[in-house]
């Protein structure tokens, strides 16, 4: 699996990838105060929350290889905490969605998740390589849609991987409701993945056979 290919699901997983790598809670640390202008904003809570899940995944690490319950309470509660779920869902269902019950979407968005965190959460212990995270800049989207902030992993002897994350205002808190790993949508990527089977099957179809395991949210593998 190409390095995109990994970072996908791990981002997905977590709605942020700095809780893959240890090595960015210092990069978060010194990077935090370099504008005071950034305070409050979603770049910032991008860095913020790096630290804050670093920390808690580090000093719990032994305990999370011992008890993947646990680890997988703790992503669910970061996902829940930082990822529109909703909202992404109905990007990721597209003109399936048109006209769909909150109730439907909600069902897809809890078992899309589920299915992710089920696949890819222990990916978070496993995923070790060294990198360093770097805040590029923070620009409105088109029609007030919310904000893009775009950002780097910086890898030793690598190229930069380009890291963009779609953030939207619900009541007074920013949450992601996109991740782009160089490029590659998590809601293009499955709007395509489930475009066949929404054609064939009703949300609430497609949504128990996620939930059941006879779908499999594939994040590129």
Known sequence: MTMTLRLMPVLIGAAMFAATVPALAQT???????????????SQLVLNNSQRVLSTLEKRRTEFGKNRAALRQFISTEFNAMFDRDYAARQVLGRHGR???????????????????????????????????????????????GVKVSSEFLRQGG????????????????????????????????????DAELQRKTIRQVAIELRNGQIKADAGE
């Not at 060294?130 to 088109?142: A, M």
Request: hydrophobic share 40%; charged share 20%.
């Open 28 to 42: 978060a640390r010194a990077a935090a105060p370099v504008s005071a202008s950034m305070q409050g904003t979603p």
């Open 159 to 194: 190229a930069a991987i380009p890291v963009d994350y779609l953030m939207r205002k619900t009541g007074t808190q920013w949450k992601v409701f996109d991740v782009m790993v160089e490029g590659v949508s998590y809601v293009q990527t499955f709007r395509n993945q489930f």
């Open 99 to 145: 006209g769909a019950s909150d109730e439907d979407v909600k069902l897809f968005a809890d078992a899309l998740a589920d299915n992710l965190m089920q696949r890819y959460g222990s990916s978070l212990l496993d995923f070790n390589t060294q990198l360093r995270v770097r805040v590029k800049s923070e620009t409105p989207l088109p029609r007030g849609l």
